[in-house]
């Protein structure tokens, strides 16, 4: 960013760890990226309490919008991927997911609160935790004898390779997979934050802080600046996308017929 000594300062990692704002020094501080988690909560609570409250046959446009995101998760994730019993069973889980990542996502691109709940690893890793613990939960209730087998022994491999295949089973199957859940969300939030500060900072530095023909150049940044809110409300929707699809993905793993 700019600053009063007439130069340009890029975006810093540290805007991801912002001061207390109240309760400092207690276990319920609230910081800046706290407090935006919980406006979108209530963004998300208040949209679905509009959108459901009175249902009607025949649609209005906002229940219209609601429903189509709701279909979205039933239809093209939870009954595509887990069918229509399993899809019933994990489709609160999936929805949750779903809108809780796109409501803090789009934190990121909105007026005054620019910074998406999600690109802190708080929230990242305990949705993680929460798909890797129903991974297991429904992989143990499908077969509680021999879901780890299964796992960790996939069947036409011969004995002796076990020996490289079994690790590499584990790692990918019970690490991996809640590490890069996390790490996928997390970092295109990161990036994306970075990316418009980065525009916007350098278009406020080139119209009233070098002036003159530099000015020049801040059309430009605006102009990328634009660009980049567009796509950043496209990752937003594509990251919460893939997040609740991963997740079913890996029920579905755990609950077929192998296991």
Same mark, same amino acid.
């Given at each position: 960013?700019?600053?009063d000594d007439?130069?340009?300062? !890029?975006?810093?990692?540290?805007?991801?760890?912002? !001061?207390?704002? =109240?309760?400092?020094?207690?276990?319920?501080?609230?910081?800046?990226?706290?407090?935006? $988690?919980?406006?979108?909560?209530?963004? =998300?609570? +208040?949209?679905? *309490?509009?959108?459901?409250? $009175?249902?009607?046959?025949?649609?209005?446009?906002?229940?219209?919008?609601?429903?189509?995101?709701?279909d =979205?998760?039933?239809?093209?994730?939870?009954?595509?991927?887990?069918?229509? /019993?399993?899809g019933?069973?994990? =489709?609160?889980?999936?929805?949750?997911?779903?809108?809780?990542?796109?409501?803090?996502?789009?934190?990121?691109?909105? #007026?005054?609160?620019?910074?998406a709940?999600?690109?802190?690893?708080?929230?990242?890793?305990?949705?993680?935790?929460?798909?890797?613990?129903t %991974?297991?939960?429904?992989?143990?209730?499908?077969?509680? /004898?021999?879901?780890?087998?299964?796992?960790? %022994? #996939?069947? !036409?491999?011969? *004995?002796?390779?076990?020996i490289?295949?079994?690790?590499?089973?584990?790692?990918s199957?019970?690490?991996?997979?809640?590490?890069?859940?996390?790490?996928?969300?997390?970092?295109?939030?990161?990036?994306?934050?970075? &990316? &418009?500060?980065?525009?916007?900072?350098?278009?406020?530095?080139?119209?009233?802080?070098?002036?003159g023909? *530099?000015?020049?150049? !801040?059309?430009?940044? +605006?102009?990328?600046?634009?660009?980049?809110? +567009?796509?950043?409300?496209?990752?937003?929707?594509?990251?919460?996308?893939?997040?609740? +699809?991963?997740?079913?993905?890996?029920?579905?793993?755990?609950?077929?017929?192998?296991?």
């Amino acid at each position: 960013m700019s600053t009063d000594d007439g130069e340009f300062h !890029g975006p810093s990692i540290l805007e991801f760890f912002p !001061g207390a704002l =109240l309760f400092e020094g207690t276990g319920f501080e609230i910081n800046r990226i706290v407090l935006v $988690r919980f406006v979108a909560v209530a963004a =998300l609570i +208040l949209v679905f *309490w509009l959108g459901t409250r $009175r249902m009607q046959v025949v649609p209005g446009r906002f229940q219209s919008l609601v429903e189509m995101g709701l279909d =979205l998760v039933r239809v093209n994730i939870a009954d595509d991927l887990l069918g229509k /019993k399993d899809g019933r069973r994990f =489709l609160p889980l999936l929805t949750t997911i779903f809108f809780m990542v796109l409501f803090m996502n789009l934190t990121g691109v909105i #007026p005054f609160l620019n910074i998406a709940g999600t690109s802190v690893i708080g929230v990242p890793l305990v949705l993680a935790i929460v798909a890797y613990v129903t %991974f297991i939960y429904a992989g143990i209730r499908k077969n509680p /004898k021999n879901f780890f087998k299964n796992s960790l %022994f #996939p069947s !036409g491999v011969p *004995w002796p390779v076990y020996i490289i295949v079994t690790p590499i089973e584990f790692i990918s199957t019970f690490i991996i997979r809640p590490i890069t859940l996390t790490l996928r969300l997390m970092m295109n939030m990161i990036v994306g934050h970075l &990316l &418009l500060v980065l525009f916007f900072a350098a278009t406020q530095f080139f119209f009233f802080t070098a002036g003159g023909g *530099w000015a020049a150049l !801040g059309v430009g940044s +605006l102009a990328f600046g634009f660009v980049f809110t +567009l796509f950043e409300i496209l990752v937003a929707v594509l990251q919460a996308y893939v997040f609740a +699809l991963l997740t079913a993905v890996y029920i579905q793993l755990a609950v077929a017929e192998e296991h």
